[in-house]
Structure formats: structure tokens, C-alpha cells
């Protein structure tokens, strides 16, 4: 075999491969690759983030999860881990290896997947009908380009970039100040 030629999986054989892979992977239509380690603001970014809803949401029905857990775009043939995402969706509390129906999906950004989370990752998770929010965090300055599906099914973009301003994630309504995402971000963004 040449070293051209690609390796088509199925979902079954992914998920197997990912029980017991040493890292973790993203799949789309057969495709596999690797994911890549982060840096310290896109940690601790998703880590207040995630801090932030479930706080939130403790006492509903709602669960927070972070980048360990796989989401599974069916529509787009894909399994991808997403930073921070909420389900409300009692179907996903029976599923302990993905979730299917997540209201909200957050990306904290880097250089080498901004193009990816931007275009085809975004356009896989707009086929999500469960999904209302979609944030897209930059990691360099005090920036989330946050996209909520509309009434007609189109996607409205807002970008927040003031510090003392108030970011919404409508579908699990929490609002919270720009400037709580970035906490203990270095050099202080």
C-alpha cells in the first residue's frame, strides 16, 4: 500500500479505536486525525467557561461537558471533541461515550484549527437540530464571535469584545461577563 493512499473507517471502527487510543482523535466521513495539545489560555479559557455553566445549570437537567467528551454529528458523519458544550437532552444522560443533542457548542480557538472550527466544523454542527449557540473564543484577545440559530433556521452572528460586557448563550439563557471567560489568562488578555 502506498503511503498516499488513505485508511477509511467506519464510525464503529473509530469508536473502537478511540476506546483504546493513547490520544484522542476527530473523525468525519471514514477520515481520522489526531488532536494537538493546547496552550495555557485555551485551557484555562474553556476551564472557566465550563466553571461558568455548571454553576449555571446545577439543578436542572442540563449537563456541562469538556473536551473529553465526543459529540456525534450524524447528518455530517462525524464525531468531534468540542471544548465546552451543554445537552439538555435526557437521551444524552444514557449515552456515556458521545452526546447527540447539544444546545450549545463553544471552540476556544488556536492557529492551527481556526480555519476548521470557522468553516467545516461549524458547517457539520449547523446540522445539529438541537443545537441554538455556537461560540468561537480567541485565545490572543478578549474576543467571542457567538452564532444563535434563528427562528428561520439562519445563523445571527455577535461578536462580544468588551470586557465589562455581557455574553449570552441563549438556549440555557446564562449570562456572564466577557472578562470571567479570560480570568487568570496569560499574559493577562
Excluded at 493512499?5 to 476527530?26: N, P, R, S
Excluded at 444514557?94 to 480557538?109: C, D, G, S
Excluded at 440559530?149 to 456572564?176: F, P
Aim: charged share 25%; net charge negative; aromatic share 10%.
Amino acid at each position: 500500500m502506498s503511503l498516499a493512499e488513505k485508511i477509511i473507517l467506519t464510525a464503529e471502527e473509530y469508536l473502537q479505536g478511540e476506546e483504546m487510543a493513547d490520544f484522542k482523535h476527530e473523525y468525519q466521513n471514514g477520515e481520522v486525525w489526531a488532536m494537538v495539545g493546547a496552550t495555557d489560555n485555551h485551557v484555562t479559557i474553556a476551564l472557566n467557561l465550563a466553571l461558568l455553566l455548571k454553576q449555571h445549570l446545577k439543578n436542572t437537567p442540563c449537563r456541562t461537558y469538556i473536551s473529553d467528551m465526543k459529540v456525534q454529528v450524524d447528518k455530517a458523519g462525524a464525531f468531534f471533541y468540542p471544548d465546552v458544550m451543554v445537552t439538555c437532552n435526557p437521551k444524552d444522560q444514557a449515552n456515556t461515550l458521545y452526546k447527540q443533542h447539544p444546545l450549545f457548542i463553544a471552540e476556544v480557538l488556536s492557529p492551527s484549527t481556526e480555519a476548521f472550527d470557522r468553516g467545516n466544523k461549524f458547517n457539520a454542527y449547523r446540522q445539529l437540530d438541537s443545537l441554538q449557540t455556537y461560540w468561537l473564543i480567541d485565545t490572543n484577545a478578549m474576543r467571542v464571535d457567538s452564532f444563535t440559530r434563528t427562528q428561520n433556521d439562519d445563523w445571527l452572528l455577535h461578536s462580544y469584545t468588551q470586557a465589562d460586557g455581557r455574553v449570552e448563550i441563549k438556549g440555557v439563557e446564562v449570562k456572564c461577563l466577557l472578562k470571567e471567560l479570560y480570568e487568570d489568562t496569560l499574559p493577562n488578555i
